[in-house]
């Protein structure tokens, strides 16, 4: 049954338009894969633009949700023009927030290259990648890589109710002692959990799978907490840094490690010299 | 006799990522008629350059978030590959499994929500929920099923968590794969209603001599790994794929294309039924013949078909494992891993089609080079060739418009394009 009132107060069903840039469309596909709920969801929204999944468009919408991050011109001139209509502009995914996977190209400073690696001579247009952020003002943020579509529901049922949307500030490690799963370090296994923010409920260390830190760093995580935890496990700069640079919200973390293990690599060769 | 026309779709709806359709009439003269791929790149093939190898199945299963499951496969099967390691037989199953689960969801997303929309006489599959809730909640019931199990079995629906090079970090819930039989049994009922519901539908009346290029089963319909075979006789080894795709650029399209005897090929359902009739399951094959679709097959618009016969072998042969494994003592989950030198290659079939994930390491385990070829990359000089075909025909017929318009959307959408994918 649509939901028409809360607590006996007629429901506004706001319009709602979905967009998406450099992505894998991923997270806009979670929306959909809500079967058990999705059709409750639904009845929340007035959904006026989706392109996945509907041919009818509509530039009156007060919600965008729009997924992916920014690669090319006239992307962040698209951006530009959804951020005029839109009251409130959703981020949705590791992508649209921290750039995601999308970003690991920018982290060899030469476009040229990476062009060329790919195409050839073959002429191609794309920029650095970035997160929403850079472009436009955002207003909230949903983090995963995917995004979770328990945490998109609640999020997106506080939105139309008005109540305001928290993130939790503590890392995945607490969800996951919650859970009882067995400490991937006891496996031998790197993991993320300690500085990554929790709200996925330790989906990847439920499956014995390491957090690679799709959701950006707690509140409290640094960097020197990261070398500690890298330090007392034995594990190398470099396994911890594909783990930090995977999503880009561990961005200024990864390079503050590169720079560390690369002054005590010097160091080093000097003290044996 | 008609015609005069100028249709501008700027990304066609209703399907994964940004493609637009020229078509242009003059005088019943086809001035153009143009398939263009305007997604922006992602450069994957660049971006793992460096990386340790198990970086390559966990940032490459993101190319795609409607396969990634099949991508995450292909990856890893390349990785073994190139390090020489065999999976278990468990392991090879339990992937399969998982293969075939994804399949049923990606399938059932397209021909519901994606295609059906077209014969429903609707923009989207919104309406339906209200014009017909019976349809709706039916195709929501079977991608649940399918989604949850591949929960159940890779961790996740969506970027699995399980899946890694040598096997799984742990093994399904006996209880669990128990209640997924019996859903996958009721949702064999729900498949005959859809199959009943697409026997409503007109398909299309169109054809064009077409070579279709899928992996060759061996005993069984095959998803992965093996020979390559194309219905003009091509046949290569798995390794030797760059034979068979022979990418090339074109002008108005951030993805690469792909040829092999003729001008263009398709990849997909109906190219893997056309291959591999024989190697269905036998309620499947005999679906398949209800609906007069046989090898060789020659009208795109069979290939949603096609998906639903799979859908149907998919699933019967989903049972059929789930059983054995029942019957069975769990093996270890996965086996240990030894990075070497050298180079691996692994074609998996995915929903849309042949999918090729080749990577070359040093001897430090990283990854030096890595290219993947997309379905729907393959598939886009084909959409090109019947688009125009399509336009010439309806210029002769004199075909309305709206018509035309209408029947070039149901054109792509037929083939279940994933252009983000195919663009990566
Ligand atoms: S955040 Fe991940 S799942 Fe979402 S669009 Fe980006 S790559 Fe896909
Ligand atoms: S597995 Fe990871 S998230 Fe869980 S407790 Fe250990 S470090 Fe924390
Ligand atoms: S465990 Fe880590 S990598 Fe996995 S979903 Fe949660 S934050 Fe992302």
Known sequence: MPVEKYLGVPLHRPKVAFFEFTACEGCQLQILNNEATLLDFLSLLEVVTFREAMKERSDDYEIAFVEGSITRADEARRLKVIRSKAKILVAMGSCACFGGVNQLKNRFNNLAWVKEQVYGTFPIETEEARPLEDVVPVDLKIYGCPVKKEEVEKIVTNLVLGKSVNHPKYPVCMECMANDNICLYKLGEPCLGPVTRAGCDAWCPGSRRGCWGCRGPADAANVDQIISIMDEHKFSAETIIDRLECFGGFREFAEALKKKTATSKTKKKRAGK | ?424
């Open chain 2, 1 to 424: 006799m008609n015609i005069s026309c100028n249709i501008k779709i700027n990304h066609v709806s209703r399907v994964e990522g940004h493609g637009n359709i020229h078509i242009k009439i003059k005088g019943g003269k086809v001035m153009e008629a143009q398939w263009e791929v305007v997604e922006t790149p992602r450069f994957f093939e660049a971006m793992l350059v460096g990386k340790q190898w198990d970086n390559a199945p966990w940032i490459c299963g993101r190319i795609c978030g409607i396969c990634s499951i099949g991508h995450t496969l292909a990856s890893i099967r390349a990785v073994e590959n190139a390090f020489g390691i065999v999976p278990s037989e468990q392991t090879r199953k339990l992937r399969l499994l998982l293969k075939h689960m994804e399949t049923l969801q990606s399938h059932i997303l397209h021909l519901y929500f994606l295609a059906a929309p077209d014969f429903l006489n609707t923009g989207s599959v919104f309406p339906l929920i209200k014009s017909h809730p019976d349809v709706v909640a039916r195709a929501a019931r079977i991608k649940l099923v399918a989604n949850d199990a591949c929960d159940i079995i890779g961790g996740r629906r969506i970027h699995p968590t399980r899946t890694v090079v040598g096997g799984f970090t742990m093994l399904p819930d006996k209880c669990m794969l128990e209640t997924l039989k019996r859903r996958l049994e009721d949702a064999m009922t729900d498949l005959h209603r859809t199959a009943e519901l697409f026997r409503s539908f007109p398909v299309p009346d169109f054809m064009r001599e077409t070579e279709f290029v899928s992996l060759r089963g061996n005993g069984e319909y095959p998803f992965i790994g093996g020979d390559l075979v194309s219905t003009d006789g091509v046949r290569r080894k798995e390794q030797d794929y760059e034979k068979m795709t022979n990418e090339y650029t074109v002008d108005r399209s951030t993805a690469k294309w792909a040829r092999l005897s003729r001008d263009s090929f398709a990849v997909g359902s109906l190219a893997r039924l056309n291959n591999n009739f024989a190697f269905l399951h036998p309620a499947a094959r005999e679906l398949s013949e209800s609906f007069g679709l046989r090898p060789v097959n020659h009208n795109p618009f069979m290939n949603n078909i096609a998906q639903l016969v799979e859908c149907v072998h998919v699933t019967l042969d989903s049972i059929t494992m789930i059983s054995e494994f029942l019957d069975a003592e769990w093996d270890e989950p996965r086996q240990a891993v030894k990075h070497k030198k050298g180079k691996g290659v692994a074609a998996v079939e995915v929903p849309r089609g042949i999918l090729y994930h080749s990577y070359e390491f040093d001897r430090a385990g990283k990854i030096v080079r890595c290219d993947c070829v997309i379905p729907t990359g393959q598939n886009h000089a084909n959409i090109q060739h019947d688009l125009r075909e399509l336009a010439a025909q309806s210029a002769s017929m004199g075909r309305k418009d709206a018509e035309i318009e209408l029947l070039a959307e149901m054109l792509v959408r037929s083939y279940d394009p994933c252009i983000s994918c195919s663009v990566h």
